[in-house]
């Protein structure tokens, strides 16, 4: 089994980035993390992170022409913007689970709004870095 977790906009400064809301834990540690738990299922992640909407609408795609079977998706701020990014989830046939560190309800109004929730099986939200692992258990444990 394939999955892909996904990354956008500077998730990669994790641990640096304002550790007081997103924690002193890095991308790599969390990367770590999903990989060994992915094992446990005999499953493969790929792992991936940009900060180019352009480039996470390819790797969406991607997904479904080479058999992924699901992806975990922290899509940053394009959650409140991009709207190529909903048209990207709603033109595979691979399921999405919408993923955040913080709380976006509990932050400022311009984050209250996903552009991708409806087109996602879930969102998780403000439960730290455990939200990807909850998420992939999701796709593992079906």
Same mark, same amino acid.
């Given at each position: 089994?394939? +999955?892909?977790? =996904? #990354?956008?906009?500077? =998730?990669n400064r994790l641990g640096k980035r304002e550790p007081e809301i997103y924690g /002193?834990?890095? =991308? @790599?540690?969390?990367? @770590?993390?999903?990989?060994?738990?992915? /094992?446990?299922?005999?499953?493969?992640?790929?792992?991936?992170? *940009? #900060?180019?909407?352009?480039? =996470?609408?390819?790797?969406? &795609? @991607?997904?479904?022409?080479? #058999?992924?079977?699901a992806i975990v998706f922290n899509p940053g701020a394009y959650t409140h913007t991009?709207?190529?990014?909903?048209?990207?989830?709603?033109?595979?046939?691979?399921?999405?689970?919408?993923? &955040?560190? *913080? #709380?976006?309800?509990?932050?400022? /109004?311009?984050?209250?709004?996903?552009? +991708?929730?409806?087109?996602?099986?879930?969102?998780?939200c403000g439960l730290g870095t455990f939200g990807y692992e909850l998420a992939l258990?999701?796709?593992? @444990?079906?």
């Amino acid at each position: 089994m394939k +999955l892909l977790v =996904l #990354n956008g906009p500077n =998730l990669n400064r994790l641990g640096k980035r304002e550790p007081e809301i997103y924690g /002193s834990e890095t =991308l @790599e540690d969390v990367k @770590e993390r999903c990989i060994n738990l992915a /094992s446990q299922f005999d499953a493969t992640i790929d792992f991936k992170q *940009s #900060n180019h909407e352009g480039e =996470l609408v390819d790797w969406i &795609h @991607e997904a479904e022409d080479t #058999n992924v079977k699901a992806i975990v998706f922290n899509p940053g701020a394009y959650t409140h913007t991009s709207i190529a990014l909903r048209d990207a989830i709603a033109a595979v046939n691979v399921p999405v689970i919408e993923v &955040h560190i *913080s #709380n976006i309800h509990k932050r400022e /109004s311009f984050r209250h709004e996903s552009k +991708l929730a409806a087109e996602c099986v879930g969102q998780i939200c403000g439960l730290g870095t455990f939200g990807y692992e909850l998420a992939l258990r999701k796709f593992l @444990e079906q």
